[in-house]
């Protein structure tokens, strides 16, 4: 009985939890009851992006996807705002921590009413501005809310995602005084360093082929190229744009309009992008031509982490005096000693870089003291936008694959800081996207035209770096205003490199210098030896990328660099006949063939190892010219008689191994001198004590007899 009651009182719970949960209405409150990711939501397009007097409504579209392991049903979606903001620091705390959003809620519209595993939906909304509450001038949050039942559960909130939209006034700008002066920085860089073979006479080889994809039209940065270009008629925000280039990304793009290989699972191919990447970098040339140009670190090198790798050369130096490439690939010439690292701020590196001719480097706010160059410091706040999407609950997504949340966020606080809500920066503000930044044609297009826009109410002034250089003074550690703005990536810190990765970054560089001391120039090829080393020290600053995004990555890079190591050193090669070598006599010569396959000529040192049947005499250094190929014959004394193997090696005078050892197989029917005089030796005692033995009998029996 009391385990029919029992059974009875469970049925009863039951039933009222199914109840209840159906009866369920829409709710900004309702909370995930499944910690798994089940939705997953991206933003296509949403206009407004900022409202002025003759704006009426906000739409939304988006794209809906079960990504979770079960169907989800009744799915709804509403727009809900949170509280106008009014100071850097509210928005900065809402970029980390969206606040409630209960200022105004646009109704609930059905996305789909079944979406299996898998399934995508879209997602429209339109709300009238009137009923989201939106009427005072400003910057509020928004808050895009997904509500759905799934399969075993009950309704509850599935995804959300977090933008900010600023609101105009009637007359545009909700302040007086005079706008806001602002400068926008536009980088081109790869998303990560492509270049993992270069020979002297086959080109480059990549790692993918990713590139031919962003170079193509359409692709990321053939939109970066698109959208600058765009803007053109504006004459003030075009004019305040300063183009950030890569110098490894440059040469990567020339290396491939020259024609390419690359690396995949099954081989080493031909590369698809030469046309792309020739049309590329025309277009980029056009687009800088007597425009701002400054300088990023080579492949976004940690400066910091170089200072920890010990090199004959100054490998900071090498990161960041790139202004000849940038020349002679883009006919204009950098800024000059300007730089926008994207970390690695360390003392020694600001100094470093101060000795190699830098005298301004823009960056984070840092608690890092000027060491010799000028600490000038992008708007954190903006930066932030940037760097979040700021997506939560179970749709959660990085910014990169939010980039109109991200975009949006940043002219929000472009906004802020021009004073849309009342606070008003007194300092230029300079924008500073991530260096690999992942947007679209139409995003960054969208995002120009918000700034515009800006700019016609105006809120803001767009000004050209050079001005804004020349006005601001150097920064001073400390407050920015903005205490607690997020940084997705510190930019203001170094990297601490694994160990066994600076180990082996290390034995790169005392390498490269041993083959450079064994290198000289060629009077027939004229090719100096510092062309055949400089993939190498390029390979180490690879290495140290700040694009790199764990130790297992460090890693790979650092064996990429070790392995074109052994690619060069492997271009001198010791060859031995391939049939058995009789030797006629015990000081036959060893016949050896050396090749070098380098256009710089080589001084090379033979070594035999595994020898205890041969004694090899000195042997004196050997040069070998560009591209030749000779024979040696190497004077040496057999020891024994047989047949045995010893190993013939090359290395440089510093003790580097050239080439793969080579084995030879020796066949001596005669004795050396050392063995003539052991058999000698042994023949003559033999006699002695032969003599001595019938001495001795002889004189025994002469005793016997008598």
Known sequence: ?????????????????????????????????????LLQVRIEHMTPRVVSAGDTELRITAEVTNVGDRPITDIVAAVQVGPRQTTSAQLAQTLVEPPPATAGESAWVGVSDRLDKGASAQLSITAPLAQLGLHEPGVYPLLLNINGTPAYGGTARLAAVDLLLPVLGGSGSARGGAPTAVSMLWPFAAREPKVVSVSHDRGAVLSDDELA???????????????????????????????????DLLETVDAMSKGYRVRTESGIVEGKGREHAERWLADLRALVANHCVVELPYAGADLG??????????????????????????????????????????????????????????????????????????????????????????????????????????????????????????????????????????ELTNMLDSLGRLQEAGLVNPTSLDEVLSTVGPETPGDTGTSGTPQASNPGSSTSLPDDVLETLSDVESTAADLQSAMSVDP???????????????????????????????????????????????????STPSQPVSLASASSPLPVTLSNDLPVAVTVRIKFDNSPGLRPSKIEDTPLAANSRVSRLIPAETLRAGRFIVNVSLSTPGGTTLGQTSRMELTSSEFGV????????????????????????????????G
């Open 1 to 37: 009985m009391k385990k029919l009651s029992a059974f009875g009182l469970a049925l009863l719970f039951l039933a009222a939890q199914a109840l209840f949960a159906g009866s369920v209405t829409p709710s900004a409150s309702a909370q995930s009851s499944d910690p798994r990711t």
């Open 213 to 247: 994809g962003e170079l193509a039209p359409g692709g990321r940065l053939h939109s970066l190229v698109s959208a600058a270009e765009s803007q053109r008629g504006n004459a003030a925000l075009f004019d305040s744009l300063c183009f950030a280039v890569d110098p």
């Open 674 to 705: 050392v063995t003539v005089v052991l058999t000698a030796t042994a023949g003559a005692a033999l006699v002695l004590l032969s003599g001595r033995r019938i001495y001795r009998r002889m004189k025994t029996q002469g005793e016997e007899r």
């Open 305 to 442: 982490a170089l200072t920890q790798i010990p090199s004959e050369i100054d490998l900071v130096n090498e990161a960041v005096t790139n202004d000849a490439t940038i020349l002679h690939l883009l006919n204009i010439t950098p800024r000059s000693g300007v730089l926008w690292p994207g970390g690695g701020l360390s003392p020694a590196a600001l100094q470093e870089a101060a000795d190699a001719g830098v005298t301004t480097v823009i960056t984070a706010p840092t608690a890092v003291e000027n060491q010799g160059a000028r600490l000038v410091t992008y708007d954190p706040l903006v930066r932030a936008g940037f760097a979040l999407a700021s997506t939560r609950g179970s749709g959660a997504a990085r910014a990169t694959e939010q980039p109109e949340v991200a975009t949006q966020s940043a002219v929000a606080a472009v906004a802020l800081r021009a004073g849309l809500g009342g606070e008003a920066t007194e300092h230029p503000v300079l924008v500073a996207p991530p260096h690999d930044w992942n947007v679209s044609h139409t």
């Open 524 to 574: 027939t090829r004229q090719v100096e030896p510092i062309s055949l080393i400089q993939p190498l020290h390029k390979a180490v600053i690879r290495a140290t990328s700040q694009a790199w995004r764990d130790d297992g990555d460090y890693r790979i890079a650092a064996k990429v660099a070790q392995r074109q190591v052994r690619q060069l050193s492997s271009k001198i090669t010791v």
